[in-house]
T-cell receptor, first 119, second 114 residues
């Protein structure tokens, strides 16, 4: 089982609140990711990081922000939550993936997710 | 049971039958593919992967087939069990100079009937 943790697992909050979703991994992985997923639907990448002090926006535009001050920690923050932010947020991590020319690939390991409901 | 066409949101099979879940990927430059299984209320779990220099890879009760000509990926589950009921996602990786990213396809809900 992957050593990647997310808290809280469930969160119900009112509109306008600031929230931070926590993600931590103990595998020493350089790469970390945040995905947004509606029930039964595909995963959309919203943020990723290739290491400390590295953050990039993903394919799906998001009003959230992330930080990567420590290798093991990749929190996601919403400054002012809205009902449109209601979704499941999944965190993942992986080691460096090289091309076919070199190092074998490693898959992304996922946390259990945070189900966010904004009223 | 088999999902037909490029993608079918649901697949229902009888316990003990073989299941085939299909996936079409979009980028001919993708060089690595993964199948994930996601049970209700949990994060996706790795099932099996395959590199683009292979066309078949087998695991325990699962086989992944890759057809690069038509950009098609399939997951075969032998002797499907109730515990296999979940949503299955394929994901493709592009080896970019900026690093690696996975793009996920739409999931297929597999239901195994006893």
């Amino acid at each position: 089982e992957a050593d990647i943790y997310q808290t809280p697992r469930y969160l119900v909050i009112g509109t306008g609140k600031k929230i931070t979703l926590e993600c931590s991994q103990t595998m020493g992985h350089d790469k970390m990711y945040w995905y947004q997923q509606d029930p039964g639907m595909e995963l959309h990448l919203i943020h990723y990081s290739y290491g400390v002090n590295s953050t990039e926006k993903g394919d799906l535009s998001s009003e959230s922000t992330v930080s990567r001050i420590r290798t093991e920690h990749f929190p996601l923050t919403l400054e002012s939550a809205r009902p449109s932010h209601t979704s499941q947020y999944l965190c993942a991590s992986s080691e460096y993936m090289a091309g076919l020319r070199g190092v074998p690939y490693n898959e992304q390991f996922f946390g259990p997710g945070t189900r966010l409901t904004v009223l | 049971g088999e999902s037909v066409g490029l993608h079918l949101p649901t697949l229902s099979v009888q316990e003990g039958d073989n299941s085939i879940i299909n996936c079409a990927y979009s980028n001919s430059a993708s060089d690595y593919f993964i199948w994930y299984k996601q049970e209700s209320g949990k994060g996706p779990q790795f099932i099996i992967d395959i590199r683009s220099n292979m066309d078949k890879r087998q695991g325990q009760r699962v086989t992944v087939l890759l057809n690069k000509t038509v950009k098609h990926l399939s997951l075969q589950i032998a002797a499907t069990q109730p515990g296999d009921s979940a949503v299955y996602f394929c994901a493709e990786n592009r080896d970019e100079t900026s690093g690696s990213r996975l793009t996920f396809g739409e999931g297929t809900q597999l239901t195994v009937n006893p």
